[in-house]
């Protein structure tokens, strides 16, 4: 159970690289925290209400390492937008700077907002009614359901295995020890200690690996991931170098040459993008290039954003049909580009909207929109960019600020995994008994399963009855 009572933190600004970011704190000891990693003329607890101040924000260590420059306002309760005490950092820096101070603040104390609690805070506080509060949680609820969804993508791969591996291990002591103290003539605890320190150590290092893995990988995870699609010689090689700005996809003349999948970072509209080049999806013979097919179609089931790119000069083809058949059922919004605008153009934008259209089940295909484009002379782009960053603001794509808090949601699991770990390896050194072990194996378990989603009790059970309970 949550409480009130706590002190929350989170980004309060979407993603791409905008000037200013916003990192918002609020709760009793909102200015505590806040305080404790900011470095400026004065301190943050002795400013009034509704004023500034300009500092630096340091890495709560010894060496106070500077994570950015930043404008301190602090707003006292009740004359706040969640009613409590307010402190908001403006940064100068990117995501990546924003997510470090978010880091920072919960190493000093404050937890990660849940979706739409400043606003379930507005509401307790009497600042909103019911009625405003469901209109905002309404939109965050659109929003968390695509992060969340994001989410369990990430975890489709070694992630995953990798945590069910380790909840494996701990769940399996923990059922050897409760059934050794229940049935000590069939399962021995002598010499137990031997046993689990070297278990202790290698799920340790497993679990300081991964959070050394979870800080590199978030700036990869960041952005909006966009699939470039469209049928062979389209033009999406050089639509991807175009908001690329540099050759980066090797473009061809010969259809089908985009073998493997690019993947790419690019900001449009203000707004990063995670560009995914696919090869043309269709049936093929050629072994190689299925397999890039094969990860065209992965990469259009996780994609937020679709562009779709049709070349204006020839007519559509039953290729271009196709791929709008396969397309048509996803969720993303699609932005369909009719590209070589430089050249004599055959097809308008009615045109594809209503094949497009048609070829989906019941109207449910997203055209987000049509755009003239020109890979070769850029023409149409500034329109694109325009169309991206409208979609964003609509909240129409996901927003990875989301997806981010998803990820330092992982960190702390594991985090909190970890400090359990060494609370047995304490209790083993200090030689208490087995059932000790128990209590934090179980919440090293338990904190892991957070990262997975499973919970607590069933596995129990089920592990004692399963391996341990047989023909009782
Ligand atoms: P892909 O197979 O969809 O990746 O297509 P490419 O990007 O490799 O482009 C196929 C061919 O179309 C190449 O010869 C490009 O130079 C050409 N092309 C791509 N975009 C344009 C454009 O806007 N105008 C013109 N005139 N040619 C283009």
Redesign the pocket.
Known sequence: MISEKDTICAIATGTGSAGIGIVRISGPDAVGIADRMFRGMRRLTELKSYTAAFGKLVRLADTEEVLDEAIALVMRGPHSYTTEDVVEFSCHGGMLVLRRVLDELVQAGARLAEPGEFTKRAYLGGRIDLTEAEAVMDVIAAENEHALNASLNQLRGGLRDEVSALREKLLYETAYIESALDDPENYSLDAYEDRIRPVLTEEGERISRLIADAEEGRMLRQGIRTAIV????????????LLLGEDR?????I????RDILEEKAVLGGVQLVLI?TA?IRETEDAVERIGVERARAALDTAELILL?I?A?ERLTEEDRELFRNISGTEAPILVLL?????DTVITASEVEGQLRASAEQDAVRIAGVIE?????GEGKDTLAGAVQELFFKGMLSDSQEQYLLNTRHKEALRDALDALHRVVDSVDAGVGEDFYTIDLLAAYEALGRITGETLEDDLADKIFAEFCMGK
């Open positions: 469209g049928r062979p010689n389209a033009g999406k090689s050089s639509i991807l170098n996809a090797i473009v061809t003349e259809a089908g040459t985009t080049d043309g790119v070349d000069a590209n070589k605008n430089d050249l484009i020109s890979a070769a002379t």
